[in-house]
């Protein structure tokens, strides 16, 4: 079954510490995956995708085939950042997007 | 631009009333919509999608209905709603174009209590 798992509901961390959201997912074939965001009051976005090999905000991503995994990663995390994250899936070439439970992140000053 | 209207808010509705949630999206043609909810400890569960006008696929058995009457809209239904339904409502839209990996673009969200 296609699904998305991430292990933390909640992740405080202090003002410059190094951040990791971790995600895990299980599909058998080639995934589109992404990063999406939720600020306090504000619509939930995207972040950042793992086809752009970007870095937003910061924040970079990268997929590892062999792990499944698609953590999300910040050197130095700043107050602003903090805000619910989620982890989605894209299965091969299909219409739906599939989320993960999400991770609350707050960063402590 | 491309807009997402989703409405309303909020809404308080007692067990065994009806529901309707609109959405409508501006600025684009022939999008994929989808319905989310969102409930605590259980993330963003996908609910309904669709690719064209009438075209949808459900994702999860439940007490609700999706509809889409027109390209730019789309409804989600209940003839008769559970304590269960209670939850926050998330409509989204999306390119439809190629070989895409283009994001979802989400409305406000309705907060639905079931009483």
């Known amino acids: 079954a296609q699904r998305v798992t991430q292990p933390e509901k909640l992740l405080s961390v202090f003002k410059g510490a190094p951040v990791e959201l971790k995600c895990n997912y299980s599909?058998?074939?080639?995934?589109?995956l992404f990063w999406y965001v939720q600020y306090s009051r504000q619509r939930l976005q995207l972040l950042l995708r793992?086809?752009s090999r970007e870095s937003i905000k910061g924040f970079t991503a990268d997929l590892n085939k062999g792990e499944t995994s698609f953590h999300l990663k910040k050197p130095f995390a700043q107050e602003e950042d903090s805000a619910m994250y989620y982890c989605?899936?894209?299965?091969?070439?299909?219409?739906?997007?599939?989320f993960g439970t999400g991770t609350l992140l707050a960063v402590q000053p | 631009s491309q807009t997402i209207h989703q409405w309303p808010a909020t809404l308080v509705q007692p067990v065994g009333s009806p529901l309707s949630l609109e959405c409508t999206v501006e600025?684009?043609?022939?999008?994929?919509l989808y319905w989310y909810r969102q409930a605590a400890g259980r993330g963003l569960q996908l609910l309904f999608y669709?690719?064209?006008?009438?075209?949808i696929s459900s994702e999860v058995p439940q007490n609700l209905s999706a509809s889409r009457p027109q390209d730019r809209q789309f409804i989600l239904s209940s003839k008769k709603l559970l304590l269960s339904d209670s939850g926050f409502y998330l409509c989204?839209?999306?390119?439809?174009?190629?070989?895409?990996?283009?994001?979802?673009?989400f409305g406000n969200g309705t907060r639905l209590t079931v009483t």
């Open positions: 793992h086809i």
């Open positions: 989605a899936l894209r299965p091969g070439a299909t219409n739906k997007l599939i």
């Open positions: 989204a839209w999306r390119l439809r174009q190629g070989k895409d990996n283009s994001p979802l673009h």
């Open positions: 599909y058998s074939g080639s995934p589109e």
């Open positions: 669709s690719v064209g006008i009438g075209q």
């Open positions: 600025g684009t043609s022939n999008p994929n």
